[in-house]
């Protein structure tokens, strides 16, 4: 068999072995009960789908050097060279990568007894899915980024739906009566994994098509039309398949309906991927050009270098970043489907709460997909501009969402013993390292010394090279900025909040703090990340370093208003606090009829009458 066979073999059990692990692990931590005959039969699979799929990724890799190198060698020198290569070659480090984390989440999935594990077991597929999706076919393309991430949506989307359909297909004897809620449950992730899979194919068309027209004129175009219409379709039957089928799915009937209910989505599945296998051997219309002779911005960034800002280009320059683009898409409808769950159930939820939180999402598009974005890759005042709106502005609108305290009372409990979106929420918010990061003080610390570290690390740099790096930037800060501005004036469940003259206290220091940081900034003569900004070679604007100090500037004033607005925030919550326990005192008073006023004054009076008997002592007693 020749190495391109091989490969295209290794390729699909790599790809069927991936779906095979992400499926019962995600069905173990969110769809059966511990201890469930289905849970063990759902970690066997898993089990056996990481030996498979460790064994697919390396000989994947072997097999990729083997059909580059062309050439037939001896074992022991082909292995030394697989490896000397695997280390120094970005395409065979992909795939080593994927192999090396394979290997580690069979060896990992063999401790899952629980939810949790199962949970935590996800993080080695998650380190797999980014390197695999660096080999994709469409990270070739001329928006590299926006590639990749498609590939890793797609990864992620298409293993989860195919995982979940085929195990559940696999599990109906050991669920048993249990197969109804299994189903349901089931049927509605693998709906939000099949929209990632639309989500990432829509990308991949924006990339790879000229024009909309292509859609129609070309091969390519046509096969991938074709290919979303078939997920489209299923998309809407699965729709459908929930409002509809699945309610009326009872336990007693589950044995006898339930592959009948999985034939829309098995076939659905058959349908895509066999469109998909043509697609990927198809040639896009738009084809790849090389670059004669790449700036220097577009050789660090990939991207070239965006006109000079101005407050047009600030606002109406725009560049997908569909990762963070496809989560604040999922936060905005969720939260809104939770808010308009509890108005159709008769409960109140605050207009104002849901229209805070859609302006701090809002806030968070405008930061990952405008200008902040095209601007912060090239200079470091547009990064600083990014950075802070993200860590002191987003944050506010989104705490007085109280997107917490929304789901706690928009999602139902379950009583299976599973862990359902309620249960994980809870989790998360009770764990013991949540309780830590929360805690104010903790909170404060982390709000303005991870600052420190960030900028005084490599991790800045990292964050600039490296798109994953960024994005974690982008989770880590939103998440400070969170717990910290929570810990202030927000509802969320969190630990016991400090006294308000305290909260005070935290926020101006804090805030003195980032404005130390910016006046260090813009008095230094260092320059931050040099390999990156001082080499970007731009056509406009100040040098490297005078920008830098302009970044400086920008830390010490935009962090004004947020502090001012929290300030504001935290007094009106005193004020309210101090009614509200004026109020109590009240009706106290007048259901016990000033007994505590009564007994003080009793108090004094007793206190009065000592020392006038002591007084009056000390008169009447004789002198010598």
Known sequence: MSADAIVSLAAAFRDVALAGVVGPLLIVAAVVPR??????????????????????????????????????????????????????????????????????????????????????????????????????HAAGASDHHLAVSAMALHLVGASAWVGLIGTIALLRRPLGADGAVAVRRVSAMALWAAMLVIASGVANAWIRLDAISDLLTTQYGRVLALKLALMSLAVGLAAWHRRVSLPSLTDADAAGRFYRLLVVDVAALVAVMGVAAVLSGTAPPLAIEPIGEPSPAYFLTGFDLPPAPTAYTWFGLWRLEIISAAVLAALAVVYVRWAVRLHRRGDAWPWYRTASFLVGVAVLVWITQGGPAVYGLVTFSGHMVEHMVLVMAAPIPLTLGAPITLALRALSPRTDGSRGPREWVRAVVESRLMRLLANPIVAAFNFTFSLVFFYYSPAFEFALRNHAGHLW??????????????????IDPGPKRPRFPLRIVLLFATMAFHAFFGVALSSSHVLLAPTWYGLMGRTWGPDAITDQQYGGQIAWGIGELPTVALALGVFLMWRRADDREGARLDRQAERDHDADLKAYNAMLESVARRDADDARAGRDRPHH
């Open 35 to 136: 201890g469930h005959p289905a849970a063990d039969r759902a970690m066997r699979i898993a089990r056996v789908s990481s030996v498979v799929w460790a064994i697919a990724a390396l000989a994947f890799s072997m097999a990729t050097y083997a059909s580059i190198r062309g050439v037939s060698v001896d074992a022991a020198r082909f292995i030394e060279e697989w490896w000397q290569y695997s280390r120094s070659v970005d395409l065979l480090e992909a795939n080593l990568q994927v192999a090396v984390a394979a290997l580690v989440t069979s060896v990992v999935v063999g401790f899952v007894r629980t939810p949790t594990l199962a949970a935590w077991s996800l993080a080695p597929v998650a380190w797999a899915v980014g390197w695999q999706a660096v080999t994709g």
């Open 473 to 490: 930037m982008l989770v880590h800060f939103t998440l400070a900025g969170y717990l910290f501005v929570n810990a202030l004036v927000g």
